[in-house]
């Protein structure tokens, strides 16, 4: 079966420094890759989507970069955090062949920006 | 682009009592609609889904329906429990390669 890790689970990081979290997925191959983020109490922000490997979409313009240097691993980057960066990040994944949509969650990353 | 609107924004409801939510999606060529829950502190849920070829979809306490004519889809869970307490958004999509739109989410209560 198919499963989705992300770590850190939870993360304190001081505004102007670095951040790279990472996602990865097992038992599927060529993956279609998300990355969203969401606020407190609020909904989900798509930021980042990628198809293959080196391919990545970018939903909204911010300070933050993605990248999926292999098939089932995505990482979402930032070379200067922002107090905005705060929220629960999310990856998903959904099968590259599969019909129209699919996607399923991991277990998200708490970024708390000080 | 595909816009999807869900209400109610929050929801309580009775232990046992029934609760539905409902969202309408703008794109005519969208044809996959799934349903997520999220509980505090989690990553969203995969729930049940239903594709346009499909009217109403059951699983237990949950069911989706779906009019395409009015374009809208509706989630309905019966028999309600606290556990059912949580986050629940809708989502649609058009093709394998496009990511899913979101509702923005519907907090549901459910008190004993």
């Known amino acids: 079966s198919q499963t989705i890790h992300q770590w850190p689970a939870t993360l304190v990081q001081p505004v102007g420094s670095p951040l790279s979290l990472e996602c990865t997925v097992e038992g599927t191959s060529n993956p279609n890759l998300y990355w969203y983020r969401q606020a407190a109490g609020r909904g989900l922000q798509l930021l980042f989507y990628s198809v293959g490997i080196g391919q990545i979409s970018s939903e909204v313009p911010q300070n933050l970069s993605a990248s999926r240097p292999q098939d089932r691993q995505f990482i979402l980057s930032s070379k200067k955090l922002l107090l905005s960066d705060s929220g629960f990040y999310l990856c998903?994944?959904?099968?590259?062949?599969?019909?129209?949509?699919?996607?399923?969650f991991g277990p998200g990353t708490r970024l708390t920006v000080l | 682009g595909e816009n999807v609107e869900q209400h109610p924004s929050t929801l309580s409801v009775q232990e046992g009592d029934s609760a539905v939510i409902k969202c309408t999606y703008s794109d005519s060529a969208s044809n996959y609609f799934p349903w997520y829950k999220q509980e505090l502190g989690k990553g969203p849920q995969l729930i049940i889904d239903?594709?346009?070829?499909?009217g109403e979809k059951k699983d237990q306490r949950i069911a989706v329906t779906l009019n395409k004519t009015a374009k809208h889809f509706s989630l309905h869970i019966t028999e309600t429990q606290p556990e059912d307490s949580a986050v629940y958004f809708c989502a649609a999509s058009i093709r394998g390669n496009t990511p899913l739109v979101f509702g923005k989410g519907t907090r549901l209560s459910v008190i004993a």
């Open positions: 239903i594709r346009s070829n499909v």
């Open positions: 998903a994944w959904g099968p590259l062949r599969g019909l129209a949509g699919e996607q399923f």
